[in-house]
Structures are given as structure tokens and as C-alpha cells.
């Protein structure tokens, strides 16, 4: 059984398109990055097409700051994506953190339609503080719905 750490559920994220895959490379994934001028949205109502970028075939970072409780320090925590279209890189705290199937194979992101997919980010979590959940989109592939990236909130939990 798990407690979830995230209630309610993150909805609300910052986003900003990065065409030209630059953003990894200027750090728009680290906790100090300033992203005070990218737009709002919402996951759980809006999507790409909502948002202006229903043909858009590229790469949209997601960013949000949570405050997480304390959890033992040997309980394991994860993140839980509900559904993406495309793939998902996830850091943590400025932290990758690779994605492992049900084998354990290790890939730098999920790929899927309407999947969910957890990541194991015991690593770089930090409980009892403040976190910044940073997440790099990519849509691979068409839809008629212009969906693209998250399509659902995410969540924390832990072990219990």
C-alpha cells in the first residue's frame, strides 16, 4: 500500500515549447531555473491543441513546485504519470531520473499513448521540503485530438 504524498494531485504546471531541444541544455530542468515567464496550464483540462499547439510535433517542458511531507527514509517514493502522449523525461530537484519498465530496463524516458507510467525518484526527492517537478514532452506521433504531453495531474506517493 502507498500514502500519497501530493493531495490534491498536481494539476497546474508552468510550460514552455523548446522547438530546437535547447532547454536541457540550459538547465530548464534545475530548481533555481527562472521560469516566471512561461504560461500556466492545466493538465487535467487542458491540452496541447487548448493551448495553441494542436500541430506542434516537438518538445514542451512542464514545470511545478510542490511541498513534500516527511516520509521515513526507508520508504521508497515515486511519481506517477496518469497518461502522456509521447514520451516523458523526468527530473527531480533538478535530477534525471530514468524510467524502468516492469523488467527493470532503464530508458532516459516513457514513451506511450495514454499509459501510465511511476518513476522511482526515492534519489531525488527531498521530503519534508520543497521539490520542483520538471518534465520534458515530446509528441512522436499524430492524433486527430491534438493532445501532446501530459494528459492527466500528477502524483507523489510513497511506501507506507
Do not use: Q
Not at 33 to 60: C, L, N, P, Q, R
Not at 86 to 114: L, Q
Amino acid at each position: 500500500y502507498f500514502t500519497i504524498l501530493t493531495t490534491p494531485p498536481v494539476r497546474r504546471f508552468r510550460f514552455k515549447e523548446d522547438p530546437e531541444r535547447v532547454g536541457e541544455a540550459g538547465g530548464w530542468f534545475e530548481p533555481g531555473f527562472t521560469d516566471t515567464g512561461w504560461k500556466e496550464t492545466d493538465v487535467a483540462s487542458e491540452t496541447w491543441s487548448t493551448i495553441g499547439f494542436h500541430d506542434y510535433f516537438k518538445s514542451m517542458w512542464y514545470r511545478a513546485a510542490v511541498d513534500v511531507p516527511a516520509v521515513g527514509s526507508d520508504k521508497k517514493v515515486y511519481l506517477w504519470l496518469g497518461a502522456t502522449d509521447g514520451t516523458a523525461k523526468v527530473f527531480i530537484n533538478g535530477k534525471h531520473v530514468p524510467y524502468r519498465d516492469a523488467t527493470g530496463m532503464a530508458t532516459d524516458e516513457a514513451k506511450g499513448y495514454c499509459k501510465p507510467f511511476s518513476f522511482d525518484v526515492t534519489d531525488a526527492i527531498k521530503p519534508g521540503a520543497r521539490n520542483t517537478i520538471s518534465i520534458l514532452c515530446t509528441r512522436t506521433f499524430f492524433n486527430e485530438l491534438g493532445t501532446g504531453g501530459l494528459l492527466t495531474p500528477v502524483v507523489l506517493y510513497a511506501e507506507r
